[in-house]
């Protein structure tokens, strides 16, 4: 899409940067991908956008819970529900419906997804997907938008 971009992150510090100039443009009901390596940055990432939304409380990798959830009550949308999912460990479609985690996609919240892949068949269509490639010397971000809704919110990162 025309809007897609791609930036250098030098660092942890960038990638929280970026993170929280993502935290100023997301809207309710957005899905984002987050692809990448292990230790590429993408809980690092979601780290910096909930503290862009002004969260102070600890930011850990639900790797082995599936999903943390981060309910927003000062933000810029009051309530924003949050969830954070790494699909690392998932293995079982069932899991999926049995944990109710189709719920978490509504109209209060935003669903940041590590390893979209391991659950393709029950996930919807990201808005915004980002792609993280380790470098020598920090890592790349390829930003894309899937739907009308992630052009708006990218477009307005490019701008920041």
């Known amino acids: 899409m025309e809007n897609d971009f791609t930036l250098d992150l030098a660092d942890e510090a960038a990638t929280i940067a970026f993170g929280a100039a993502v935290a100023k443009v997301i809207v309710p009901e957005l899905t984002i991908y987050l692809h990448g390596d292990l230790g590429a940055?993408?809980?690092t990432l979601v780290r910096g956008l909930l503290r862009g939304l002004?969260?102070?409380?600890?930011?850990?990798?639900?790797?082995?819970?599936?999903?943390?959830?981060y309910e927003m009550l000062d933000g810029h949308f009051s309530p924003?529900?949050?969830?954070h999912f790494d699909l690392y460990r998932f293995?079982?479609?069932?899991?999926w419906e049995a944990a109710g985690f189709r719920d978490h996609f509504n109209a209060h919240s935003v669903c940041l997804i590590e390893w979209p892949e391991k659950a393709a068949q029950?996930?919807?269509?990201?808005?915004?997907?980002i792609n993280f490639d380790i470098k020598a010397d920090g890592r790349t971000v390829h930003v894309s938008a899937h739907t009308v809704r992630g052009q708006q919110c990218i477009q307005h990162?490019?701008?920041?």
Request: charged content about 30%; hydrophobic content about 30%.
């Open 80 to 83: 924003l529900n949050l969830y």
């Open 157 to 160: 990162i490019k701008l920041k």
């Open 91 to 95: 293995n079982d479609e069932e899991e």
């Open 41 to 43: 940055g993408k809980t």
């Open 54 to 69: 002004g969260y102070v409380g600890r930011v850990k990798s639900p790797t082995y819970t599936l999903v943390e959830p």
């Open 122 to 129: 029950v996930l919807p269509e990201p808005d915004i997907e």
